[in-house]
């Protein structure tokens, strides 16, 4: 993959999950979940990766570039969109073509799967890139 576009790695973790409190500070095994999400990140490819946060606990991960995220944007109705804008509108993103929303709460991606979506998008000039999976629905559709 050409990585002269660059793609930035961004991790929203906000501090106060009403439903699952804590869960980004989670581990799978003796792994914290950042940190392997961070990993396979790396592997595939995207070096820079922020980590937009209000969590004390979380403002030492190793690996990451430290966003702080302000209170207005660490609210239980603040959408990931408006954070995303936030970072991309403040921070010197101007090397990055690309940026690559990392989820803590989903680290069982494949590294591999990651390196090979980011050189389609990179091969093809694409705008963007979502990952969808599918899902079984009560009609038995599939989307």
Request: glycine share 8%; with cysteine; hydrophobic share 35%.
């Amino acid at each position: 993959m050409n990585m002269e576009d660059g793609v930035l790695g961004i991790i929203l973790a906000r501090e106060g999950s009403k439903r699952l409190p804590g869960k980004n500070k989670m581990s799978l095994g003796n792994n914290k979940l950042i940190d392997i999400v961070i990993e396979k990140a790396k592997e595939a490819g995207i070096s820079d990766i922020w980590l937009c946060t209000d969590d004390p606990e979380l403002q030492d991960t190793k690996g990451v570039k430290l966003i702080p995220r302000p209170d207005r944007l660490s609210g239980d109705d603040v959408t990931s969109e408006e954070v995303i804008h936030h970072i991309l509108g403040k921070y010197n993103t101007t090397k990055f073509k690309y940026f690559c929303l990392l989820q803590v709460t989903a680290p069982l991606f494949k590294s591999h799967r990651l390196a090979q979506a980011l050189t389609i998008l990179h091969q093809r000039d694409l705008p963007g890139m979502i990952s969808v999976t599918p899902t079984f629905k009560p009609s038995g559709n599939f989307y």
